[in-house]
C-alpha cells in the first residue's frame, strides 16, 4: 500500500538556520515524490518535484530509495518560509500514474 | 485560464440536505481530482476522473457521495443527505498526466460545514 508519513507535525526554526522537512514512503514500485506548500490563505501549491531535480525558493529535496525517504531542505530559513508542507506520492501504474497520495503535513514556524 | 476554479467557496447547510460542489479545471488538463481535508490532516483522495471517465472512487466516498464529470470538462461532487462528519475542506485539483506526471494544480477548496 502506498504511505506517506512526516514524523513532525509542527517545526520551529531561527531566521537563517538550516531547515529539514523530514518524509518517508512506502511504496512496493517506483514512485515519483512531490512537495508541496500550502501559505497562509492560499491554496495548495506545487514547490518542487523530484523528477526535476530542481530547486525551488532555495529548497531541495533527495530521494533516497534505500531509506524510501524524500527530505526538504533549505540551507537558510527565511520568515517567509513560515508555511504548512506536504510530501506526497504518486507511483506507477502500468503506462500511467497513478493517484497523488498526501502525507500529514508539517507546519514550519521561522522565528525572526 | 485563471487556473483551478471551485464553487462556492464556503457553504453552510443543514444535516440531511444534499449539496453539491463544482470543479472547473484547467481547459488542458485531462485529469480532474477530489480530495477532502479535515483540520490537520493532509488532503484525503475521494476520486479522480480521465477526461469524463471516473478512474478511481476512494473507500472514504460512501454512496451518499457521487462525482460526475459529463463532458471532460468541469466536475460536480454531490453529497447526499449530509452528515456533520461531511464537514471538510472539499479540494478540486487538475493535472496534465501523459509521459510524466506533473504536479496538481489546486482550487481554492469548498468548504463545508454542515450543523
Known amino acids: 500500500a502506498q504511505r506517506v508519513t512526516q514524523p513532525e507535525k509542527l517545526l520551529s526554526v531561527f531566521k537563517g538556520a538550516p531547515v529539514e522537512l523530514k518524509c518517508n514512503y512506502s511504496?512496493?514500485?517506483?514512485?515519483?515524490l512531490f512537495w508541496y506548500v500550502q501559505y497562509s490563505r492560499q491554496r495548495l501549491q506545487l514547490l518542487l518535484r523530484?523528477?526535476s531535480r530542481e530547486s525551488i525558493k532555495g529548497f531541495t529535496a533527495d530521494l533516497n530509495k534505500g531509506e524510501t525517504s524524500f527530505h526538504l531542505k533549505k540551507p537558510f530559513a527565511q520568515e517567509e518560509d513560515s508555511a504548512m508542507y506536504y510530501c506526497?506520492?504518486?507511483?506507477?501504474?502500468?503506462?500511467?500514474?497513478?493517484?497523488?497520495?498526501f502525507g500529514p503535513g508539517t507546519s514550519l514556524s521561522v522565528i525572526p | 485560464d485563471t487556473g483551478v476554479s471551485q464553487n462556492p467557496r464556503h457553504k453552510i447547510t443543514k444535516r440531511g440536505q444534499n449539496v453539491t460542489f463544482r470543479c472547473d479545471p484547467i481547459?488542458?488538463?485531462?485529469?480532474l481530482y477530489w480530495y477532502r481535508q479535515t483540520l490537520g490532516q493532509g488532503p484525503e483522495f475521494l476520486t479522480y476522473?480521465?477526461?469524463?471517465?471516473?478512474?478511481?472512487k476512494s473507500r472514504l466516498l460512501s454512496d451518499r457521495f457521487s462525482a460526475e464529470r459529463p463532458k471532460g470538462s468541469f466536475s460536480t461532487l454531490e453529497i447526499q443527505r449530509t452528515e456533520q462528519g461531511d464537514s471538510a475542506m472539499y479540494l478540486c485539483?487538475?493535472?496534465?498526466?501523459?509521459?510524466?506526471?506533473?504536479?496538481?494544480?489546486f482550487g481554492s477548496g469548498t468548504r463545508l460545514t454542515v450543523v
Open positions: 511504496y512496493s514500485g517506483s514512485p515519483e
Open positions: 476522473f480521465q477526461n469524463e471517465a471516473q478512474l478511481e
Open positions: 481547459s488542458e488538463h485531462n485529469r
Open positions: 506526497a506520492l504518486s507511483g506507477r501504474w502500468k503506462t500511467s500514474y497513478d493517484k497523488v497520495i
Open positions: 485539483a487538475s493535472s496534465l498526466v501523459g509521459e510524466q506526471v506533473y504536479g496538481y494544480t
Open positions: 523530484h523528477i
